[in-house]
């Protein structure tokens, strides 16, 4: 089947995107202060009230107005946490040193991105106008330059990779009351740059960044789920201005969202140069005009980090398999095809996959196939909580899996189960959705039972049987013994 021929001729308009991607790093503990990353408290134990004022930098040349404009009259409201929020995220203490685990991540990244890997690392303040860092400034470092990624036989340019703290989130803002968690603010983040992506369709780009996320993945060392990546996009057209995309959360709406821009921008008598922000539909909201330059200084707290050529080659050494070669070896060791191999890859379950098919004697495809469209199936369709689902209920379904304890059809009615109920067993589902594997003997008393009827056909006692038997056999195992008894 061939594809429907755009609508839009993306060549034709010129279209330019460059993409600036977030990805927290799953980290112990934060950048500059040893609270840890796990963002799991939920009780804030205190609030602590501010009031900000602008000030300009000791360069003095930020955009003073800007600040002033948004902070005034606000009231900002932190809501603290134990274990994750400490004197440093409130910026009543200097920062410490940068954390070394999260900086070797970084220089990870920067090497499998082919950066250039500066001598000596800078921590600079970037200006943040909406409160939501306690000090008004985001400290982020450069930690590679001038690389580049493979993509499709073509070089696309990376411009930089840094690594920054992470801002806090949001919790709401009402009558000039605004008010954030501050759990996520000083998580590390790395922000890799493109540069400007030309002659390619938002299905590409979309698929540049799903590369990215794929090398920031194989470091196994980064955060997963909803919001722990982030990308800002810019796109422009022929003739137009550039429109920066801020906050898409969802790797698979890129596209979407560079096009309904595109649609946008091409329905404007004019483009002006502004900052939108992404909504989950694709769509996006104007948020400001875009910012002047200028908006970085040197943060004065923290020593400088000298990296010499020992430390690049020990981090060279420690290097992750690449995800080319992780994706040829999915396909002819583990024998899953083509798009599988691609989805498991992207999927968050992609390191206990790995683990589940190297130790668990078990067919590759139906641990892939559960991590990525069971699941999502089981989420959609019947709005099962996969987030209750941890590491220990796949490793032991697996384990029963493998040792032939239940048959595969079991498999959705089990998670479905523990999703429900997470403090239970594979064992305790088993026992109470009766999915016990029937004996060859039984099967063929329900075939015989079966088959007894007047008038039925082949196909009918299929159905049949299955019904009888649903999650206790293999449907396979239906057929042949059918089959085999004759007896239709
Ligand atoms: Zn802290």
Redesign the pocket.
Known sequence: VRDLPEQINYKKLKLKCGLEIHQQLDTKH?LF?N?STAMQEREPITIVKRKQHPMASELGEIDVAAQYEYLRDRTFNYQVFPNE??L??LDEEPPHEVNKEALDIALQIALLLNCQIPNEIHVMRKTVIDGSNTSGFQRTMVVGLNGFLKYKGKKIEITHVNLEEDAAAIVKEENGNVTYRLNRL?VPLIEVGTGLLIGYTPEDIQDIAFTIGLIFRSTSKVKHGLGTVRQDVNVSIKDGERVEIKGVQDLGILAKVIKLEVERQLSLPKVVKETRSANEDGTTNFTRPLPGAARMYPETDIKPVFIDKKYVDGIRKTLPEPWTKKLSRFKSKLRLPDQLAKQILRSDYLELFEKIAETKKVEPTIVANTFTSLLKDLERRENVKIENLAEKHFLELFDYLAKKKIVKEAVPDILKYLASKPQETVADAIGELGLKPISLEELKNIINDVTAQPGITFDKAVGLVMSKVRGRVDAQMVIKTLKRLRRI
């Open positions: 934060k202060c609270c929020v400490c440093v995220c000083g």
